[in-house]
Structure formats: structure tokens, C-alpha cells
């Protein structure tokens, strides 16, 4: 028996974020940063919650659109040097759908050209600007799908994948923001097609699984096409936060700079060695400073004897 004799909606196969982490660490890298740094961090944070919540927006829609299709969420493939982060790919009894979330502020427009362009307004002015076009984007994700499960048949299967593969494979651009208006009259059918709100993903699945020349797959053959995707995800090693901490680390820098060109004050160590303490970077001998002027004037840390060689500081 199959899965899809036993349910009636949607199964989220893979239903983690890895955006859900990356916005745990920047909240915690907040609380150590300050000035520029501390609103670079905001800016950011603001930025993974609005793409969070456009996420969260498709997967309302998909978890209440009682179609019986595999919902796999945030795979991170690598083939051949190439690599594609996938919002969100559906396999259902008849189609595969690659689809890119975008929560966009403002109204799009897409031209005869195929080009983006977003308005939106602010107070009485309105501002005009184009935006990379989420449709080339998706396409190399959908690219990339190709590559990885063609590379698994044998040449006569091969042929036959590559030929039907946009058949059975299609790109979809999610405009998850409710407020965006989308005027797609001058685009392109074939890019018209494309995009979509969210509120039409569900009617949408339903349209192009209703197209005549659709395949039907077996249950068996879905469900191991969904197990053979989740089997290909990769953790994804690239650290969002990595320029924030960097950031941190030369605030930090310059603060002990400007505490060692302020009047300085090294107080001595104790014989007992209690106060007797290593640098993190270096594993030098760490001494205990107090800033003399400056706005940390009066605050205590410990610095790198081995400065300005070594930058390293830890509080007290």
C-alpha cells in the first residue's frame, strides 16, 4: 500500500530551516555588538525574518491545500562545484515543482524585457528600481536538479529525462508578501507563468497537474523520488553571521587600541598567579588593564602583553 492510500494532504518530508538558526545566532551576536555594528546586525535580522515569514506564508497555503503531494523545505544541493539553496520543491503525482519564496516590499512589475522592477513609496515620493529577477534565479536551481538526477540514469534514460525534464520540472516564483501588488500585463507568457502570489500556489499545482499530456507516477515512484532528494541535501557550511563576528572582533580591537592611547593603567599581578591569565589568540600572558580616558574610561579588561603584535582582549 502507499502513502498516498493512507493521507489526503500534504506530507512535509523536510520541514526545517536552516534561516531559523542563522537568525538565532545573529540575535545573540546583537547582544555584543554596538554602534554601526550593532545596526548592520539589525538590518540583517530584519532582512532573514521577512524571508522566514514569506517562507511560512507558502507553507500556510501548502498545509491547507489537502493536495497528497511530498513537501521537502530549505535543500541545500551540491553537484560539480555548483551549488542551489531550494526554498521549497514539491513532488507531486504529476509534477515537480522548484519553488523560489520572495517576500518583496512594494509593487512588481515585470516589462517585455523580462526585467523586474519594483515600486514602492515613502511618504509622498515614489522610488522605481530594479530587482535581479527571482525567474533567472530559480532557473539555475532548476539547472543544478537537472544535473544531479540526470547524473544517476544511464544514457537511454538520460535522453529521455532531458527531454521531458521541463515538462515534468517547473519553476515557480512565490510572491509571499500579501500587500505586493504584481502587474505582469507586458511580460512574456512563458514569464507571466512564472510568478505567482501565494494565495495562488495551491490552484495553481492543481492547474498544471490537470494539463492533458501529464504523467501519472506510481505512489512508490514519488515517494522514492522525495527520499532520493532528501538523501542529497547537504548542511549547508556557509556562515551568514561570519562578517558580523568579524565586525565584533575589530570593534573590540579598536576599543583596547583606544584604552592603551588614553592613560592606560597596568595594575600588577599577583604573586599567586590568581589574576594570571592566557590569551585566547596567542596563549601569551594576559594582563589586567583599566581604561584611563575615552568613553570606556573606567572599565576593566584583560589585554595581550603582546600587543599591538597580538589584538586579543577578553573581559574581566
Known amino acids: 500500500m502507499g502513502l498516498f492510500d493512507k493521507i489526503k494532504g500534504p506530507v512535509f518530508y523536510k520541514d526545517d530551516s536552516e534561516a531559523v538558526h ?17 545596526t548592520s546586525i539589525e538590518n540583517e535580522i530584519r532582512f532573514v525574518e521577512a524571508g522566514i515569514y514569506g517562507e511560512k506564508q507558502v ?15 530549505d535543500l541545500y544541493f551540491e553537484h560539480e562545484g555548483l551549488t542551489s539553496q531550494v526554498d521549497y520543491l514539491i513532488i507531486t503525482r504529476k509534477h515537480q515543482f522548484v519553488i523560489e519564496c520572495k517576500n518583496l516590499y512594494g509593487d512588481i512589475e515585470i516589462n517585455s524585457n523580462g526585467d523586474f522592477i519594483r515600486k514602492f513609496s515613502y511618504g ?24 544531479i538526477r540526470g547524473a544517476q540514469m544511464n ?12 515538462d515534468n520540472y517547473r519553476s515557480v516564483v512565490v510572491l509571499a508578501n500579501p500587500k505586493t501588488v504584481l502587474n505582469a500585463r507586458y511580460a512574456k507568457k512563458e514569464v507571466r507563468n512564472q510568478v505567482i502570489r501565494a494565495d ?19 505512489e512508490k515512484g514519488i515517494e522514492s523520488l522525495a527520499n532520493f532528494f532528501l538523501s542529497i ?22 576599543v583596547f587600541e583606544e584604552n592603551l592611547s588614553n592613560e592606560v593603567q597596568i595594575e600588577p599581578k599577583n604573586e599567586d598567579n590568581t ?42
Open 22 to 38: 542563522q537568525l538565532e545566532v545573529l540575535k545573540e551576536l546583537q547582544q555584543r555588538a554596538s554602534g554601526e555594528t550593532a
Open 59 to 73: 507553507r500556510f497555503e501548502l498545509e491547507n491545500s489537502h493536495i497528497p503531494m511530498f513537501v521537502l523545505h
Open 124 to 147: 509622498r515620493n515614489t522610488k522605481k528600481e530594479g530587482i535581479y529577477s527571482p525567474i533567472t534565479q530559480n532557473r539555475r536551481h532548476l539547472e543544478l536538479v537537472k544535473q
Open 155 to 166: 544514457p537511454l534514460l538520460r535522453i529521455a529525462f532531458d527531454k521531458y525534464f521541463y
Open 200 to 218: 495562488q500556489l495551491a490552484e495553481y499545482i492543481r492547474k498544471i497537474d490537470a494539463e492533458p499530456n501529464s504523467v501519472s507516477t506510481s
Open 233 to 254: 541535501h547537504k548542511e549547508n557550511k556557509v556562515d551568514y553571521t561570519e562578517k558580523f563576528r568579524n565586525m565584533i572582533d575589530e570593534t573590540k580591537s579598536d
Open 275 to 316: 589574576d594570571e591569565v592566557l590569551c585566547p589568540k596567542c596563549g601569551a600572558l594576559m594582563v589586567r588593564r583599566k581604561a584611563g580616558k575615552g568613553r570606556n574610561a573606567g572599565n576593566e579588561f584583560f589585554g595581550c602583553s603582546n600587543f599591538p603584535k597580538c589584538r586579543g582582549i577578553l573581559s574581566v
